[in-house]
């Protein structure tokens, strides 16, 4: 295997952690739209651009989706703190059933968690609420907050000032097969 090269782009997809602790500190409109951006950029199938971003900033929607996350995975009286208190949640929400909405969702994703380690902020893709999500109860909160009734839930990303770094995780390198 030959040395890799380095470049920006490349330094920030090898450094960047998935974040469980922040600060409370709000992130700027700036840094948002920067990171939407990217997420809005990022490619789709065929095309398609049908993945929605719903921004949570409001601590008690973010809260109230804890609560009712917990009570239908766990049920046992305890809240979850599932985005570990990053003060931006974004929803990405795609069409019901679309062959790649789950892809072009994990795309966007990873394209605005790479920006957001760009700009220096830390965040978190997330998955654990997606059944919660699309059950009732999760489509009854998703409505509640504006979500169309027509989308399902893709992925999702917290985003925040850091506050603890998340060690390195080794990568396992015996996944590639070179055909020649
Ligand atoms: C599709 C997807 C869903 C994930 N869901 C969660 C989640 O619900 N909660 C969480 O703490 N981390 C979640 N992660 C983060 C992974 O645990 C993390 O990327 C992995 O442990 C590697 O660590 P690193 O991102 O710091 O390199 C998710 C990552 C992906 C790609």
Request: glycine share 8%; charged share 25%; with cysteine.
């Amino acid at each position: 295997m030959s040395e890799i090269i380095s470049n920006a782009v490349i330094e920030s997809i090898l450094s960047r952690r998935s974040i469980r602790s922040y600060t409370d500190a709000q992130i700027s409109d700036r840094e948002l739209e920067t990171i939407l951006q990217a997420g809005i950029w990022a490619p789709t199938a065929r095309n398609a651009q049908e993945i929605n971003f719903y921004v949570i900033q409001n601590k008690d929607s973010i809260r109230e989706l804890a609560e009712r996350y917990s009570k239908y995975a766990f049920n046992d009286g305890k809240v979850r703190n599932f985005a570990y208190g990053a003060p931006t949640l974004i929803l990405l929400y795609g069409k019901s059933g679309a062959r790649f909405m789950e892809i072009d969702a994990g795309i966007a994703a990873e394209n605005m968690t790479l920006a957001a380690h760009s700009l220096g902020l830390g965040s978190l893709i997330i998955g654990c609420i997606k059944e919660y999500l699309y059950s009732d109860d999760g489509r009854e909160y998703a409505t509640s907050i504006g979500i169309s009734e027509d989308l399902s839930f893709g992925i999702a990303l917290a985003i925040g000032h850091t506050n603890e770094p998340t060690p390195s995780k080794p990568r396992l390198e015996d996944r590639i097969k070179y055909i020649k």
